[in-house]
């Protein structure tokens, strides 16, 4: 795993592969986001708009690390937004379930991608190089 990237430029496959997660993840963070809000609804908390205007941003930041994940602001983007979605397990427990699921793909997605990177890199120098 020498040179593995858990911070920085990610090659071509793994930055698509980690955006598809983080897209996902904005999905189920929003709905997070919600039934927060219908649980402090449900208890008469003051807290019911906050958490859904936490939550959306949340939401809203996991479309933009997607986005970004080109450069290394979004790969360290990403690594927040997976502590962010599992800390939400104060507000919302199943959150950490979500938060489990996530960063455990997220961690797949680095790690495997980087490996698949690696074979498309030597798969191209291969081809590229002359037949004697």
């Given at each position: 795993?020498?040179?593995?990237?858990?911070?920085?430029?990610?090659?071509?496959?793994?930055?698509r592969?980690?955006a598809?997660?983080?897209?996902?993840?904005s999905i189920?963070v929003?709905?997070?986001a919600?039934?927060a809000?219908?649980?402090?609804?449900?208890?008469?908390s003051?807290?019911?708009?906050?958490?859904?205007l936490?939550g959306?941003?949340?939401?809203?930041?996991?479309v933009?690390?997607?986005?970004?994940?080109?450069s290394?602001?979004?790969?360290?983007?990403?690594?927040?937004?997976?502590v962010?979605t599992f800390?939400?397990?104060v507000i919302?427990?199943?959150m950490g379930?979500?938060?489990?699921?996530?960063?455990?793909?997220?961690?797949?997605?680095?790690?495997?991608?980087?490996?698949?990177d690696?074979?498309q890199r030597?798969?191209?120098?291969?081809?590229?190089?002359?037949?004697?």
């Amino acid at each position: 795993m020498a040179g593995l990237v858990f911070f920085g430029t990610l090659g071509k496959f793994t930055w698509r592969m980690c955006a598809a997660v983080l897209a996902a993840q904005s999905i189920a963070v929003f709905f997070g986001a919600l039934v927060a809000r219908g649980i402090a609804v449900a208890d008469s908390s003051g807290a019911a708009t906050a958490y859904l205007l936490v939550g959306s941003g949340l939401a809203i930041l996991c479309v933009i690390a997607a986005g970004a994940m080109r450069s290394p602001f979004g790969v360290t983007l990403g690594w927040l937004i997976q502590v962010a979605t599992f800390a939400a397990t104060v507000i919302v427990p199943l959150m950490g379930l979500v938060g489990v699921i996530f960063g455990a793909l997220w961690v797949l997605c680095l790690i495997q991608g980087h490996r698949i990177d690696g074979l498309q890199r030597a798969h191209a120098q291969e081809s590229a190089a002359p037949e004697e």
